[in-house]
């Protein structure tokens, strides 16, 4: 893309930028949070979008006036100057041009949403439910790391310790932009503690990541909600298992059930279970997006396929392997310790070789 070509694109926005300035003054779109919060979104879009010309436009003219004085001057100090703004500018040039780009790409809508992310066990029996704990360990300190807020909804812990199944949501800065990529099958080859023979064995458990949907993306009718109470299982106290806290909420229309006993709150427990209910709801019509994502791409990096193997950590040899893009780190116990960004950082990198691809910029 010529930069006359990805200036005029950038023109066709800021028209764009002006109207929307005006619309989210407007008390009447005020009013209307659905389309205000939406609006509002797409003017930061635009204003990041804005931003970056500007400073491409700066770099373009330092380019102009460089070459201009090495034509014109003839005073060797000022020569050297400008050649070295020359050098400067044209080597930031590339960088800022696929930032553009990138920008100009529509990103996923989901992306700056906060997550759900439930991990369960699976083939490998004990392992297993060990390898879901050791796999909540790591997101728990990656999430601490990143400032994000993690909360358990839900926990249903296995005989031999770890979990069958934990999930948990997780609240801050473009969450699900950056955990969706692990959604898949996780694969781990190691000794297990019950082994007996020192023999490496395989086992899996699979985490799915759902962007967490918000009050106004989804109405839900009391009259569709079935609302059962329990006494909770587990740790907590005597309090725990003798009061009826825990909350189980059953949509009628779809049969969707969601449960939460982490809090001694009835009340807190049902707000939970209630965001829970709303992102499962949203999430059946967000997958249809995914999958039209999935039907079109070839690494499919991003697509939430539960049923896909993404990653195998092999603690023999101390490696992490993602298999969507062929990425191998030895560097294993910092990677269970939540050091999990260099790996997000490279899909993240081959995802957006996809959309400029599909976008033909």
Known sequence: MTENVLLQRLDGLTHRFEEISVLITDPAVMSDMKRYVKLSKEYRELEKLLQARKKYEVILQNIRDAKELLETESDAEIRDMARQELDDSQRQLPQLEENIKLLLVPADPEDSKNAIVEIRGGTGGDEAAIFAGDLFRMYTRFCENKGWKVEVTSVNEGSSGGYKEIIFAVSGDNVYGILKYESGVHRVQRIPATETQGRVHTSAATVAVLPEAEEFDIELKDSDIRVDTFCASGHGGQSVNTTYSAIRLVHLPTGITVQCQDEKSQLKNKAKAMIELRTRIYNMEYQKYIDEIAAHRKTMVSTGDRSAKIRTYNFPQGRVTDHRINLTLYNLSF???????????????????????EASL
């Open 335 to 357: 990677f269970m310790n939540g050091d999990i960004q260099p790996v997000i950082d490279q899909l993240i990198v081959a995802e957006n070789a996809e959309r400029l691809k």
